[in-house]
């Protein structure tokens, strides 16, 4: 069979784009298909995990990444019962190269990934190209079927990658079945003009009966606000300022941002709990949300996607370089990224179980003394935490062919 490429993946995001810039520096030519015109959507997970900074400086790009404005968090604190603020997760204590999380817009990540597949002979990025179908023969997939400005085209490849996210496509279509887990929240995004007390701290906020996390940013707070799955059109209902009074009351010191606030600047995220049974047919192979959609609990949904891009890679390079892949191979990504995913979703859904206690009660919630006490008196305990939130169960480090020195400027 003649194919246009050897691999076509499915999806601009951050998987999909560090899948197709490692494989095309590794000598495999690589079409990514983006839907939309560029990059420039807001909300898409701005976190960058130290394991992603180390792999970017492993390909040469964390120079270029330094141009990029982002602000870092090194900690996540929670209120105790005496009204301070302890430290929960300490990602400053790390020994790593990277010991802090790097807050960066997403857009700014991808174009950066972009400029970097410019360079690469084996790389080409589709804008505006949606996919709308798989091509197959008999039981193996062979490439996909896509809307573009020129009209419907296929696109005939030995491996497809769906990375289009949560709500992919390609695995429905490809009939890939998903086991959905109860998630009691959905969240709305938000962004409010300020500048919180603690600049690098990551911390909930409480009013009476609502529930916030703040994330601080070079000149506003990116804010979460956690509500009850499916109540979103009754807290609109409510109105713009009993809104707006929540905020204040959990973070006086926004008050000021909070009064230009609308509910249209209000994001409703469907947070959604889930896994492929299997991750992969003939000539397929899912990553990211589009092999297990994450909660935002932890905002490590983003750094799985790349690990899972980068093993990914890794296994399936030299197969699809020499024209013998083979169902073993596509299967060997899910056995070596099953284990974190399963670990990180079960951590995920006993928090889940915290939070919905939080939702339903008005008490003030702290963190008990006795606990409080014992992280103050030995504060390595949060370097555990951070080291499962910066780096995972599995860190995945880049094919070294794909490896770059720094100081290379990239197109654009």
């Given at each position: ?63 270029e990444f ?234 490590v949904g ?102 770059r020195t ?7």
């Amino acid at each position: 069979m003649e194919f246009d490429t050897k691999c076509v993946i499915a999806g601009g995001g951050p998987a999909g784009m560090v899948a197709g810039l490692l494989l095309a520096r590794c000598g495999v030519p690589v079409v990514v298909l983006e839907k939309h015109a560029d990059f420039l959507r807001d909300f898409r997970g701005d976190t960058i995990h130290p394991s992603t900074l180390q792999l970017l400086d492993e390909l040469g790009l964390m120079s270029e990444f330094e141009k990029i404005n982002f602000s870092t968090v090194s900690q996540a604190q929670f209120p105790s019962g005496d009204g301070s603020a302890t430290t929960v997760v300490n990602l400053a204590k790390l020994k790593h190269p990277y010991p802090f999380i790097a807050m960066a817009p997403q857009w700014d990540f991808l174009n950066l990934l972009a400029r970097a597949g410019e360079a690469e002979d084996n790389f080409e990025l589709r804008m505006n190209c949606q996919v709308l179908d798989v091509l197959s023969e008999g039981d193996r997939i062979v490439g996909v079927r896509y809307s573009s400005p020129d009209g419907i085209q296929d696109l005939k490849a030995l491996l497809t990658i769906a990375a289009d996210g949560r709500w992919s496509r390609v695995r429905d279509v490809a009939g890939i079945a998903m086991k959905d887990y109860s998630v009691p929240l959905d969240v709305w995004w938000f962004k409010v003009p300020g500048v919180l007390k603690r600049p690098n701290a990551l911390s909930p906020a409480f009013a009476q009966d609502k529930t916030f996390v703040l994330i601080p940013r070079s000149d506003y707070v990116q804010t979460a606000m956690l509500l009850p799955k499916g109540m979103d059109a009754e807290i609109r209902a409510q109105g713009v300022d009993a809104w707006r009074r929540s905020i204040v009351e959990a973070a006086p010191e926004l008050t000021e941002g909070v009064s230009k606030l609308s509910l249209d600047d209000a994001k409703l995220l469907d947070v959604k709990l889930n896994r492929a049974r299997r991750w992969w047919r003939s000539g397929l192979l899912c990553i990211g949300d589009a092999a297990h959609a994450m909660s935002p609990v932890g905002g490590v949904g983003i750094n799985l996607a790349v690990q899972d891009a980068v093993a990914a890679a890794r296994i399936l390079a030299e197969p699809l370089r020499t024209l013998k892949i083979s169902d073993r191979d596509v299967a060997n990504v899910q056995n070596r990224r099953l284990a974190p995913t399963i670990v990180v979703q079960s951590i995920q859904r006993l928090m889940h179980l915290g939070l919905r206690r939080v939702m339903r009660g008005s008490e003030e919630v702290a963190l008990p003394a006795s606990v409080a006490s014992l992280l103050r008196r030995f504060p390595k305990i949060g370097v555990i935490p951070a080291r499962l939130l910066a780096v995972g169960v599995i860190q995945e480090h880049s094919p070294l062919e794909a490896r770059r020195t720094a100081g290379n400027d990239l197109p654009g």
